[in-house]
């Protein structure tokens, strides 16, 4: 009993903040239709701690309110305080409010414009995050920075951006269904995130103002957007900002007083200065000599695209990770020989299946006599390869090299032993349905060695066309002269029969 006494007593003597079941946040007092909670007696300033969800119309926030003696400054609104609050149609705020907390006004279906007036300071992460009809947005000059999410999912087609924005953050205008068409930067902005503008499908003009740093997918999405202009300002981009805006976009340029990057005329792509990269390539890329890579996502162009020829130079090193699009057409490049020289993290061949020097397609491959490895995923996707001859120097093929290959008929090896292959070297139809031609005598080297063996049809090369039988009468040996060997090298006597090398020829030699 006396403990029950003292815990009341307890809590008793704790603050009287109130908890109601229609809203879940702690405030000080109710004025009106809203909660309140104190930030400071001395200073007199309160935030808005939320409101009641059944409440519908325009959110009030006032300037001031009075409770007890006192007169407060209301100065900001918390983190979800109004989040999934369904009826709300509008807000007004106060002129001494300062800043907004993380979803304060998130997930309100019904909100369909925001003025976000010049003495706001800040705004939260998510502030007006999944506001689905939201289509006017108007923000003041007092906000610095647009953080992550802050309009996501909006239906946005009235934007204007404050002129003192300097940070877009990641998903900051990501739109769902609105009909925004364009997009215009103040200057002030110099950081532009990750899909901050993503979406955007009806967008046809950007305006990138005197933007300084872009992050992949920037620009995601604009399906509409025709022609891209990348201002000198820019220093720095990581990734492709402006993946999947493929199918519409046929002008590319960069001002020619960007230090960091450039686009040579009909190359419809930005390759960076400093690495010699195509950061973003477009419908119809041709890359110009000098280019030695492509860079992550630079081909994420989108399944819209269809029909493309991507043109390499005989200068590209690297192709890494990319979404190349479905309907790639074909890959084109001046010299064959360059080709096994570039490290794959993807191929565009998976997607095109067909590569041309020139206007010839390949469909047989017989490696140069220098090409000592062949990389992964060299030639995987190609569908219409017929034929493949590796040379004896070969001392490695690597992963998925012919991989998904499946209308190669002949492999012709010149190996004695053959190097050690992967299952995926070649697609299972290749084991199952091409013909292996390997050096006359060395059946058991590749029936038994690793995946060489899953060959279903191996064949010795050498046999039928270069034995030359010798004549014999009788039980009489035939008439040679000089050094006698095997097959193995090894000099043999006149008294061995078989198959021998005499004076450079294949023989059979017989007795009867």
Known sequence: ????????????????????????????????????????????????????????????????????????????????????????????????????????FAQIPSLYKVVIPDNIQSIGEGAFYYCS?????????GIDTIPKDAFWGSAVNDLVIGSNVSYIGECAFLGLSGKLKSISLPASVKHVGKNAFSHHMYVTSLDMGQVEELEEGAFDGLLSLAAIHLPASVKEINGNPFTLCGSTLRTVTVSPDNEHFYSPASCNAII???TNYAVSCFVNTILP??????????????????????????????????EFP?????????????????????????CAHRLFVGDE???????????????????????????????????????SAFYNCPNIIEVDCDWDVPPIVGGTTFSSSVYENAT????????????????????????????????????TIGNSKPEMRGAEYNLNGQRVNRSVKGLIIYEGRKILRKFD
Request: hydrophobic share 35%; glycine share 6%.
């Open 1 to 104: 009993m006396n403990a029950i006494r003292l815990l009341c007593v307890f809590l008793l003597s704790l603050p009287s903040f109130i908890v109601t079941k229609s809203q879940t946040a702690v405030y000080d007092f109710e004025y009106g239709s809203l909660y309140y909670r104190i930030l400071s007696q001395s200073d007199s300033t309160i935030e808005v701690a939320g409101g009641n969800k059944s409440d519908n119309g325009t959110i009030v926030i006032p300037d001031q309110v009075t409770h007890g003696d006192t007169a407060y400054y209301v100065v900001s609104i918390a983190d979800n305080a109004f989040k999934g609050h369904e009826y709300r149609s509008g807000i007004s705020f106060g002129k001494h409010v300062k800043s907004i907390g993380k979803h304060a």
């Open 133 to 141: 009809h939201l289509s006017s947005i108007h923000i003041g000059a």
């Open 272 to 274: 960076s200065r400093e």
């Open 289 to 322: 000599e000098g280019v030695l890579g492509i860079d992550r996502n630079a081909m994420k162009l989108g399944n819209a695209v269809r029909n493309m020829v991507l043109y390499l130079p005989s200068t590209i090193k690297v192709i890494k990770e990319n």
């Open 326 to 350: 479905m309907y790639l057409d074909k890959i084109v490049i001046p010299d064959l020989r360059n080709w096994y020289n570039i490290a794959f993290y993807s191929n565009p061949l998976a």
């Open 361 to 399: 397609e390949v469909t047989e491959i017989e490696v140069p006599e220098d090409v000592t490895k062949i990389y992964s995923r060299c030639f995987e996707g190609m569908k219409n390869l017929k034929r493949v001859k590796f040379h004896s120097k070969i001392t490695d093929i690597y992963f």
């Open 436 to 471: 292996l031609k390997i050096p006359y005598g060395r059946t058991s080297y590749y029936k038994y060695k690793d995946y060489w063996s899953l060959f279903k049809t191996i064949e010795e090369k050498g046999l039928a066309d270069e034995i030359r039988p010798v004549q």
